[in-house]
DNA sequence: GTGAAAGCGCTAACAC
DNA sequence: GTGTTAGCGCTTTCAC
C-alpha cells in the first residue's frame, strides 16, 4: 500500500501537507492541492485504515454475533444488517455463536479489543435457557453499544428490534377460527426460545377465548426426525384441520405429510407457518406464511446502533425497542 | 479500554517495562512480571487489536466476499469458513456482493486498504457473465492473497477450492440409467453459473452415452415461478420417469409436482437434486441429494488461505486447486 | 533488570 | 501556504 509518506517524498513537501491537501484543507494552496491528488490518484492511494482507527479511535465496524447461520431468517437479518451498514460505511465483522453460550461470550469478549465499535446479535438458545446476561451488561459497560434482535435479553438495558411475535400467532389462529377450524394444532421445533414460547401463547389465547377447543401442541426437538413426529402426531389426532407453525420447517412438513396421508388442502387442513417466500414454494399449494420481515429487521438494528454510535458526545438517546409487525401472507394452504 | 499506558503509571514503571512482562520476556524481574500481570488481569488488559495491528502491519482478519447469503449452500460455507478461521485465531470481515459485479469491486478494493490481509470468495454471477477479472488480478498484485471456492475465475492465479460438478451430476444421472429410467430430464435454476454449466455437461455426457434419449432440459430464470414453470414442463413431456436438479429447490418442487400430478415417487419417477440434508426433509419422500460438504468446502478454503498468510517470507507455496469430492445420497425418492 | 526512543500511518494543533 | 510536532497503543532495539 502507498503511504502519505511515499506521497510526500515524491513530492518534496512534508506528509502533513499531503494530508490536508488530499482532505481538502483550505491551508493548501491549489497548485499543491492538485499536484498531490494526481500522485494519489496515480498511486491509488486509500487512506490505511487501521491506522484511521487507532488515531480516531473507531473502527467503524460493527460486530455482529448470529447463533446460527443456515437458519434462513437469520441469515436473512445478517443480509439486512449487512446492507445498512455497508450503506452508511461501516463493516461487519460475524461470529458464529452456534447457540452457545461459550461462544457466545468469547466473540463478545474477543472483538470488545477495540476490533469494533458496538455489536448487534441475536441471543443464543443456551444463554437464553441459563438466563445469562453478565457478558452483555460487561460489554455494555465497557463502553460498547449492543442491539439485540429477535431474541433479546429483557433485563439488559439496550436497543433492541423484535417481532410481534405474540399477535402473529394470535393473528393467524384467529383467521383460520374464522374459517370454522374447529382443531388447530400448533407445531414447534423453537420451543426452548423465548420467541418460540412467545408464538405458542399467542396461538393459545385464540384458542382459549373460542370455548369448544383445547390447545393441541407438538414441540419437536432439534434432534428429532421431523417427518415421523408429525406424521404420528396427525395419526393420533385424527380431527387436526388446522396447523399453526411456529418454525420455516414444521409448516411445509406438516402440508407435505397431510397430502401424504390423503388429506386435501386446504379443504380438510389449513396450514400457516413462520417463513419466507422462497422456502414457501416446497409445498403444493404452497404454504401461508407469516412473513417477518428480516431484512427489516436487520436494517433496524444496525440503524440503532449506527445512531448511537454516531450521536454527539453530549447527547442522551433513550434506548429503544422496535418491534417490526409481521405480515400474514395466505396462499392457497388456507381457505379464502 | 485499559492501556499499557495506564497500567504502567499505576506501577510507576515504563510502558516497555509493562509490554515485556504481559508478554514474558527474559529481561523482566520475576517480581516486577508478577506484579504486572496481576494489575493486568484486575483490569482485564487486553492488547488493543487496532494498535498491533498497525505495528505488525497484518491484521489476523479475512475479508469473505459472499454473493447471496440467502443460498443455503453459500451460507454454509461460510460457516465453515468462520469456524476454520476463529480456529486459527482469525476474524471475518463479510461482504455480499449480491451477485452484482460492481458490488464485488468495491467490496474488495473497501477492504484492500489495511482492513484485511486476504480474501476469501465466490465470483459473482454477473461477474462470471461478463467475464471480468482484472479486478481480482489487481487485488492480488497488491499483495493480498485471494482464495476462491465453487464459482471460480480460471484464469486468475490463485488456490481455489471446487466441486466435482461435473461428475456429480454424470454419476447421478448413470445411477438412474441403472434402474432403467429411460427419460431422465435436468432442471436448473443456475444456467448461468460456471457450476450450473458443469453439472449440466456431466448430465449430458450420461444421456448421449446411452443412445435411446436426447438430453431433456429445463432452464428457469430466477425470476421465473418455478412451480409453475416445471408443472408445465412435466405436461409438455409426459414420459419423464426421471428429474436431476442442479439447485436446492428445484428438486423439491420437481417431486411435490410429480405428487401432485398423482405420480408414484419413486415408482414412477425418480429425483435427485444438489441439496442439503434440511431441505430434503421437504418433500415425503425425502429428496435424494448430492451432498456438496459446504462445511468442508468454507474449511478448505480458510485453511489454503491462512496457510498461505503464515508462510515464512521466502517460502514460495505453490496455487492449489482443491476439488471437495460431492457424496449421492440416495432416499426414497430414487429406486432402490 | 529497566527505560528511552523510534516507528507503524494518520490527523491536527501549532508554529513560521 | 507549508512544515513541525505530538500522539493514538503497541513492540522492539538499544542504552544505561
Avoid: W
Avoid at 397431510?258 to 380438510?268: I, M, S
Amino acid at each position: 500500500m502507498v503511504t502519505l509518506k511515499q506521497l510526500a517524498k515524491e513530492l518534496n513537501v512534508s506528509i502533513s501537507t499531503v494530508s490536508k491537501a488530499l482532505n481538502n484543507s483550505e491551508e493548501i494552496g491549489e497548485e499543491t492541492v492538485k499536484r498531490v491528488k494526481e500522485l494519489a490518484q496515480l498511486y491509488n492511494y486509500t487512506p490505511n485504515k487501521v491506522a484511521l482507527s487507532l488515531k480516531q479511535n473507531k473502527t467503524k465496524t460493527i460486530g455482529v454475533i448470529i447463533p446460527d447461520i443456515l437458519n434462513h431468517f437469520l441469515a436473512k437479518v445478517l443480509f439486512g444488517i449487512e446492507r445498512e451498514a455497508t450503506k452508511r460505511g461501516y463493516n461487519i465483522i460475524t461470529c458464529i455463536s452456534n447457540e452457545s453460550l461459550e461462544k457466545e461470550k468469547e466473540a463478545l469478549e474477543l472483538l470488545a479489543n477495540g476490533s469494533v465499535d458496538g455489536f448487534v446479535l441475536c441471543v443464543a438458545e443456551e444463554t437464553q435457557i441459563e438466563g445469562e446476561v453478565n457478558h452483555f451488561k460487561r460489554t455494555i459497560a465497557k463502553g460498547l453499544p449492543i442491539v439485540m434482535f429477535d431474541r433479546v435479553a429483557h433485563d439488559v438495558l439496550c436497543d433492541k428490534v423484535i417481532v410481534d411475535d405474540f399477535d402473529a400467532t394470535y393473528r393467524a389462529t384467529k383467521s383460520m377460527q374464522l374459517k370454522k377450524r374447529k382443531n388447530i394444532a400448533f407445531i414447534s421445533r423453537i420451543n426452548d426460545l423465548s420467541v418460540g414460547k412467545l408464538r405458542e401463547r399467542g396461538y393459545n389465547k385464540a384458542i382459549l377465548e373460542e370455548s369448544n377447543q383445547e390447545p393441541l401442541v407438538l414441540n419437536l426437538k432439534k434432534k428429532d426426525d421431523s417427518q415421523q413426529k408429525i406424521k404420528a402426531f396427525f395419526k393420533k389426532h385424527k380431527n387436526i384441520d388446522g396447523v399453526i407453525s411456529a418454525d420455516s420447517s414444521s409448516g411445509i412438513i406438516a402440508i407435505n405429510t397431510a397430502l401424504n396421508k390423503g388429506y386435501k388442502v386446504p379443504k380438510d387442513i389449513s396450514v400457516i407457518g413462520f417463513a419466507s417466500k422462497s422456502v414457501s414454494n416446497h409445498s403444493i399449494p404452497r404454504l401461508s406464511i407469516i412473513r417477518q420481515h428480516a431484512n427489516q429487521i436487520g436494517a433496524n438494528a444496525a440503524d440503532l446502533l449506527i445512531n448511537r454510535l454516531e450521536k454527539k458526545f453530549d447527547e442522551e438517546i433513550e434506548f429503544k425497542t422496535k418491534i417490526v409487525k409481521t405480515s400474514l401472507v395466505l396462499s392457497k394452504s388456507t381457505l379464502k
